[in-house]
């Protein structure tokens, strides 16, 4: 049968062209401002100087030349890039428990020969409604605490040690204190407290009654990160698997491209490769087209036609 890393990633694709935006500008922004601060300070501090935010500023930083040099982006927005950055390795941590960051070798690189900087527009995608409910809950969290012990909430831990929880998703304290970023801590968090915090955070979020709220887009973007089939989708929703699809390909355009291994699992494998080799042989996108050669229907090719493209970003990544 296979894996998602083995037979179908053998097929030499191409890559599909994607909005594309250059941001030059701001990637040297960010990176001339991490290094006139020699790594001292985290990324909400960054941000607020980038984004010209007098509260809360050292009066010598907003002399800086960067001050308000990034005001046509949102905060999430900047943060969403620094955190890019980093992940692409143009920044490095400098304290991994506060969260700082100084250039790395390739950053330092880049800074001394500015270049045309192109992403993909869904790499700076807003993260997902349920990070910040939990950053929220946390930080309350940490206020009680730090109230109880009577000590400044940062004396407990940082808001990045807070935002890698949400990402890395820690299950117990033993998890947590083999994390670089936790080990050694000598803040008087109760990190127990933190995490029944976060269960329940995730737990209400995901919550049959929290679901109902939101639009099919959403509750079916959540229904697909548990791990639901086709048939529970259809079911749970009482909508049409046509219906289904569409919105599939709609977390795709927008940029979910972690919905390959959910079709990967809810595909014939069979099926999966047969419109794999259509696309790649024809590079025909037309599903008319494909139905009429492959004998499937709409739905199954729609997704074969999704992951197919997914598959292409991964391969020329």
């Known amino acids: 049968m296979g894996t998602p890393s083995s037979p179908l990633i053998l097929y030499s694709l191409k890559l599909i062209k994607m909005e594309s935006i250059n941001i030059q500008n701001e990637v040297s922004s960010i990176l001339k401002l991490v290094q006139d601060l020699e790594g001292k300070f985290s990324k909400n501090y960054l941000v607020r100087i980038l984004r010209g935010n007098p509260e809360f500023t050292k009066p010598e930083h907003k002399q800086l030349p960067q001050f308000g040099e990034i005001a046509h982006w949102s905060e999430n927005k900047i943060g969403l890039l620094i ?7 143009y920044l490095v941590l400098k ?27 869904y790499e700076l995608k807003p993260i997902k409604r349920y990070y910040y409910l939990a950053m929220k809950a ?8 730090a109230k109880e012990k009577n000590c400044s909430t940062f004396e407990l831990c940082s808001n990045f040690q807070l935002e890698q929880m949400i990402i890395q998703d820690f299950e ?34 995901y919550s049959p009654q929290n679901l109902s709220r939101y639009s099919n887009y959403t509750k079916i973007e959540t229904l697909i990160l548990q791990g639901k089939t086709i048939a529970e989708i259809l079911n749970i929703l009482n909508i049409k ?56 229907d709409y739905e199954t090719i729609r997704l074969g036609r999704i992951y197919y493209r997914i598959q292409q970003i991964t391969v020329a990544a």
Not at 274 to 296: S, V
């Open 95 to 121: 304290n991994q428990q506060k969260g700082s960051y100084e250039l790395s070798r390739r950053g330092q690189k880049y800074l001394n020969k500015s270049s045309e900087f192109w992403v993909k527009e």
């Open 172 to 205: 117990t304290v033993e998890q947590l204190n083999q994390h670089s970023i936790f080990k050694d801590w000598e803040g008087k968090v109760d990190w127990n407290k933190m995490l029944l915090i976060l269960r329940n955070c995730k737990k209400e979020y």
């Open 83 to 89: 955190e890019f950055l980093y992940q692409k390795e």
């Open 241 to 296: 698997f046509s219906t289904l699809t569409k919105y599939v390909e709609s977390l795709y355009e927008n940029g979910n491209h972690s919905i390959k291994e959910w079709i990967y699992k809810n595909v014939s494998k069979k099926n999966l490769v047969k419109c794999i080799e259509y696309f790649t042989k024809t590079q025909n996108y037309q599903l008319k087209d494909a139905k009429a050669q492959l004998e499937l």
């Open 138 to 145: 946390l930080k309350e969290e940490r206020k009680s605490q």
